[in-house]
């Protein structure tokens, strides 16, 4: 059976070459039981090993030799309220960095927001990093979604594994390159509530074998 620490491990060190982070900046998880195992703060990715990641109980007690990341607590509300959350990513990719700064929700610009689950990918209120109040405001921006931009920070998934959410989170950071470009052109011309509702029909059995 593989190991779950292993596999983190590996997802967080892909982050990079996917163009989603750089040096220890962002942090990943993936639920464990009753728990979660998240990547330590403070670490580069490429030195990690399994014994470097901490395990989490859904209370905020942490098990292993390392710290959890500072932002553990978006991650713990997550699995706390969404049972079918099994893996969240934060990433402070650069074109989603972009448009976080500029707390804007990304309009229904392309058909593929609805892959997020909505016709929109909300912006979440400003909070400072690793708070409670962030965590609040990130699950609000994501209530019936599975990604959001966090004000001045960068962008948040939930996947129902490691490899949805690292999918999720290459497919966002592409359509806020996507939308930065659009906006440079003038201003995009928006599908209508009627055209994404659609759509999110459609997705609801869409990619399914």
Known sequence: MAD???????AAQAM???GLNRGTAGNLSVRDGDGFLITPTGMAYDDLLPDDIPRLALDGTSA???KPSSEWRFHRDLYASRP???AVLHAHSPFAVSLACL????????YMIARFGGDTVRCADYAIFGSAELSTAALAAMEGRKACLLANHGLLVAGRDLAEAFALAVELEELCEQYWRACQLGSPTLLSAAEMAEVI???RG????
């Open 4 to 10: 779950p620490r292993a596999e983190l491990i590996a």
């Open 201 to 203: 029909d459609k997705f």
């Open 103 to 110: 707390r804007v929700d990304i309009p229904p610009f392309h």
């Open 84 to 86: 079918e959350v099994g």
């Open 206 to 209: 869409y990619g399914q074998q």
């Open 16 to 18: 990079r070459p996917a």
């Open 64 to 66: 292993g030799q390392r």
